[in-house]
């Protein structure tokens, strides 16, 4: 229409496009960034530390996350992970101590469930969480990158509260029952509680990488946990399996975790090495198994959730 | 040519037909491998998963080929379901392709579609810090461009509120602004601009003009040609996964448009049962009739005349206070006219099963040309349920025969039409405050 309307428009238009050379010279910028190279998956999974290390800061945010949710949401908040292990034990004792009158390695059998409950519940809290984290951040999962290994660590990890309120709660009841913890417990608790961490994460990477492409998952999980339990020297003491059988027992790496335990904080044993040992090797081979299944899967996480 | 911050190489991607592969039960699973062993260790034995059968899988992307120069600005454009989306998460390795390979050369910061990975419990502050922790930066280089973010955003007043109480317009700003802010080398962007109003998607694009600017990468993703146009200075259109068109932004989107299926005619159902759709689809649009009820000028829509909507809605599910709406949108997608049971205040329910509706406009204050026609359905509290866009092209016919009567370029004319009148005034009519009336010599059109 009018001639001069159509002028002044495209004048505007020139100004407003932006030209390619406008981008800053090459020389100020810092020296080239390494590249990433997309392909296919391998054939054969393969674990990459490095990586893995370095996404450190968000596997530490993904705990306090965790942690902050968790105790920000409940209305219990904090108390439930008091209240939890003492419910517990106070049905053990009543089921197990007074009716079934199960031998506690004459302790009172209050303490001695409660000795088993906190590392038990620590595992089965660990595992829960690792089995659950794909599904829970279907939101990352899909959206963005980063190793996903480090969604099943990062539960584990933040089970540790839980496992020190507990742990409290413990050594509470042990003097109030007059039960003194030996001293060799702060040495030797960290590397049983390692071996519960590191038996939860190889199972709880099997369950996540499960549970994102299977429904039923879910569902067996808390069956699961419970057989476990047990099979587990938790509610009864290791003595009680028939003598032939207990070498077998360790290959439950709960076994170690459970019975080192209780040798390390009440001394009533001796440290059972040899069950500790057989436990590891075991778990180890379940973790390495657990995180090349979970590699293996990764690739479809983000088709499938 | 700079160097390069993207190669792609014959990159493809396969999927599994059905929106996704079927996620069965692991008790299925066991039982089936347990039934049929030898099949399964067949299938073990061949490459792991890549004998799946061929026909119920497509190629969402297939073999393509481009690179991209550091510091360039690449607009991504196709239809619906050409692939675009997959070929952004491939390149933020959020999936793996299934052939080819590709290189990006520094730290790919994605915001692909608004559900970032925001957590919907943790405050504003909080996900900013996990945002900037999944980038892999370092806390302390966060806190350093921290209140450049929240300024970008403008939520300071929220920043310590839960990121569940924000509005999804507050949400993507502060999407937007974590990821535009953090420093990627590759700055990649999905199609998010929809949610922000004018004034964010003005200021995203002068972000991503800067951060282009400052010699980073971008790759954006947009149904709005018009927003592309004014960033990426070189485009490309990808077609049913393939890539069709490589070039300078104005060639590849002309290109875009003319490939066009021919405008849905005007009068007449048009089915809409395999049209490509997002939302939750328990309920789905079925077919769609628009025209102007004039059977003169073959039902088709003109300026200033009647446009009529009929849609057939098929349920699955009954909503009681559903909010059907369609939204007219120039040829590059900008957004003209909408209208909505819900912006009127209208609480028909919908019921299980087939049922129709009906938007009528008065008058159509369009100019000739082609439009996209958008229709959408959500629940009472706004979930999408479907959404078509577009659902259809439709073209506004001048009535006048073509040769006479004035010839419009939407470029520079608009695309708006209105009723008006224009003449000289008389010369003996002065303007003067209080002044009587002039009273003109006029003509109307
Ligand atoms: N996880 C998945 N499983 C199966 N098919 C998928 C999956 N993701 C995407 N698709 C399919 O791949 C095709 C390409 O999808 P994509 O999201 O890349 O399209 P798009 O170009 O981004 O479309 P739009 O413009 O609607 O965003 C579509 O047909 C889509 O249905
Ligand atoms: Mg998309």
């Known amino acids: 229409m009018s001639e001069d309307l159509t002028g002044r428009h495209a004048a505007g238009l020139e100004q407003s496009t932006r030209g390619p050379s406008a981008a800053a010279p090459d020389g100020a910028r810092s020296p080239r960034p390494a590249s990433v190279i997309i392909g296919p998956e391998r054939r054969w999974p393969r674990i990459d530390l490095a990586e893995l290390w370095s996404y450190r800061g968000l596997m530490l945010f993904l705990v306090w996350r965790d942690i902050k949710v968790r105790y920000a949401q409940t209305v219990l908040g904090a108390s439930w992970a008091i209240l939890q292990p003492v419910l517990a034990t106070v049905v053990f004792t009543v089921v197990f101590g007074r009716f079934a009158r199960i031998p506690s390695d004459g302790i009172p059998y209050s303490v001695f469930a409660l000795s088993g409950l906190v590392p038990w519940t620590y595992f089965s809290s660990a595992l829960n969480g690792a089995g659950n984290s794909l599904v829970a951040n279907t939101n990352l999962v899909t959206k963005v990158y ?34 003194t913890p030996t001293a060799r417990a702060l040495l030797f608790i960290p590397p049983v509680l390692a071996l519960a961490a590191v038996t939860a994460l190889g199972v709880g990477c099997w369950l996540a990488a499960l549970n994102i492409q299977y429904r039923d998952v879910k569902h067996a999980t808390p069956f699961l946990v419970q057989l476990w339990m047990y099979s587990s020297p938790v509610v009864y003491p290791l003595s009680l399996l028939p003598h032939r059988l207990q070498p077998y027992a360790a290959f439950n790496p709960m076994v170690g975790v459970i019975a080192g335990f209780r040798a390390a904080l009440l001394g009533t044993a001796p440290m059972p090495w040899g069950v500790i040992a057989v436990s590891s090797c075991v778990a180890g081979a379940i973790l390495v198994s657990g995180a090349l299944f979970f590699r293996s899967r990764e690739r479809v996480f983000a088709d499938v959730a | 040519m700079t160097a390069l911050a993207i190669r792609l190489d014959q990159l493809s991607k396969q999927y599994r037909f059905g929106a996704r592969p079927r996620r069965r039960t692991l008790r299925e699973a066991l039982t089936e491998a347990a039934a049929s062993p030898w099949r399964n260790l067949r299938r073990l034995a061949g490459a792991a998963g890549r004998g799946t059968t061929e026909d119920d899988t497509f190629w969402a992307l297939r073999d393509v080929s ?26 933020s390795r959020i999936t793996a392709p299934t052939s080819g390979r590709a290189e990006v050369w520094g730290r790919v910061g994605s915001l692909l579609e608004v559900g970032t990975g925001f957590h919907p419990e943790l405050t504003g502050r909080d996900n900013v810090y996990l945002n900037g922790a999944i980038l892999g930066m370092e806390r302390g280089y966060i806190t350093s461009r921290f209140d450049a973010i929240v300024e970008f955003a403008g939520v300071e007043q929220f920043i310590d509120t839960p990121v569940k109480r924000y509005s999804s317009g507050m949400y993507l700003r502060l999407a937007f602004a974590v990821a535009a802010h953090l420093e990627p080398d590759v700055l990649i962007v999905d199609e998010v601009l929809a949610v922000g109003d004018a004034e964010f998607q003005q200021k995203c694009i002068g972000r991503m003009n800067e951060v282009a600017c400052d010699g980073r990468t971008v790759l954006f993703v947009s149904h709005n040609l018009g927003a592309v146009q004014r960033l990426c200075t070189r485009s490309i259109l990808l077609e049913k996964g393939n890539l069709v068109a490589d070039g300078e932004t104005s060639e590849v989107i002309r290109q875009y448009l003319a490939s066009h299926d021919t405008e849905a005619p005007a009068g007449r159902w048009i089915d809409l049962t395999a049209a490509p759709r997002t939302g939750s689809a328990s309920a789905r649009f079925t077919g769609v009739q628009y025209g102007s009820g004039d059977q003169l000028v073959d039902f088709s829509p003109h300026p200033g005349g009647p446009l009529e909507i009929v849609v057939g809605i098929d349920a699955s599910i009954a909503l009681n206070r559903p909010r059907v709406g369609f939204t007219l949108r120039d040829r590059y997608g900008g957004p003209l006219i909408s209208g909505s049971t819900y912006a009127l205040g209208v609480a028909t329910p919908l019921p299980i099963g087939y049922s129709s509706w009906r938007f009528v406009l008065e008058t159509l204050p369009l100019r000739p040309g082609p439009y996209q026609l958008e229709l959408w359905l959500a629940d009472s509290m706004g979930a999408s349920v479907d959404r078509l866009q577009p659902a259809l092209w439709m073209e506004v016919f001048d009535r006048q025969p073509r040769g006479f009567g004035p010839h419009y370029n939407p470029r520079h004319d608009g695309i708006l039409y209105c009723e008006y009148s224009a003449g000289r005034v008389e010369a003996a009519v002065r303007h003067r405050t209080g002044g009587e009336p002039a009273s003109a010599a006029t003509q109307s059109r």
């Not at chain 1, 020190?164 to 042990?174: E, K, N, Q, T």
């Open chain 2, 66 to 91: 481009f690179e991209v120069g550091h510091g360039e600005v690449l607009g991504v454009i196709g239809r619906n379901g050409a692939g675009k989306s997959t070929l952004l998460k491939l390149l």
């Open chain 1, 146 to 179: 980063f190793p996903r290994l480090v969604m099943p660590v990062a539960p584990i990890l933040g089970a540790f509260v839980d496992f020190l309120i507990g742990f409290a709660v413990l050594l509470v009841m042990m003097l109030a029952l007059g039960v």
